[in-house]
T-cell receptor, first 112, second 114 residues
Framework: GAVVSQHPSWVICKSGTSVKIECRSLDFQATTMFWYRQFPKQSLMLMATSNEGSKATYEQGVEKDKFLINHASLTLSTLTVTSAHPEDSSFYIC????????FGDGTRLSIL | GENVEQHPSTLSVQEGDSAVIKCTYSDSASNYFPWYKQELGKGPQLIIDIRSNVGEKKDQRIAVTLNKTAKHFSLHITETQPEDSAVYFCAASSRTSNTGKLIFGQGTTLQVKP
């Protein structure tokens, strides 16, 4: 079946650091990828829609300058959390594909 | 905008029993309804989906039913096994969203007791 790979799976870093998360579609081309954030025991919250070759579309309340998204190829989208602070600690998940949408295994980000 | 309500939030069943999780959606233009299973520390895994031109779909022990009139869809798991224990999410996507954006329900934690 379709596979979406997300890297890294876990990152711990100091406050003020910028962190990049990669999302790759391994066996299909994805014009559109999605980035979600999930807090413990909660549902997935869509942060932004990543469009290959164009600017990402951010959901209301998500700071585009804080969460930089780049979708430079049909198989790779990256999310960079800039100047991360402890409140940015969360589980970040990407997905690719449209009907169906397949998810990566997430990145647990911990900011000290 | 679209809203998806999911019930129950937790469900505990005995191994071998059936489990049913229900979702309602608000946007009548929604035309695609996937269900995901999420295990601890992992991303959601698609287990079954249904489109609005179909009323029921089955895959081995898993089935999904859709009632477009009532805007309800449900996940049915028969002969539950301990490995079915996980968090299950329903979602809906509207044909008016050309990106295929999914709106998720709140999730159901299913516990299957051996």
């Amino acid at each position: 079946g379709a596979v979406v790979s997300q890297h890294p799976s876990w990152v711990i870093c100091k406050s003020g650091t910028s962190v990049k998360i990669e999302c790759r579609s391994l066996d299909f081309q994805a014009t559109t990828m999605f980035w979600y954030r999930q807090f413990p025991k909660q549902s997935l919250m869509l942060m932004a829609t990543s469009n290959e070759g164009s600017k990402a579309t951010y959901e209301q309340g998500v700071e585009k300058d804080k969460f930089l998204i780049n979708h430079a190829s049909l198989t790779l989208s990256t999310l960079t959390v800039t100047s991360a602070h402890p409140e940015d600690s969360s589980f970040y998940i990407c997905s690719a594909g449209v009907q169906p949408q397949h998810f990566g295994d997430g990145t647990r980000l911990s900011i000290l | 905008g679209e809203n998806v309500e999911q019930h129950p939030s937790t469900l505990s069943v005995q191994e071998g029993d059936s489990a049913v999780i229900k979702c309602t959606y608000s946007d009548s233009a929604s035309n695609y309804f996937p269900w995901y299973k999420q295990e601890l520390g992992k991303g959601p895994q698609l287990i079954i989906d249904i489109r609005s031109n179909v009323g029921e779909k089955k895959d081995q022990r898993i089935a999904v039913t859709l009632n477009k009139t009532a805007k309800h869809f449900s996940l049915h798991i028969t002969e539950t096994q301990p490995e079915d224990s996980a968090v299950y999410f329903c979602a809906a996507s509207s044909r008016t969203s050309n990106t295929g954006k999914l709106i998720f329900g709140q999730g159901t934690t299913l516990q299957v007791k051996p």
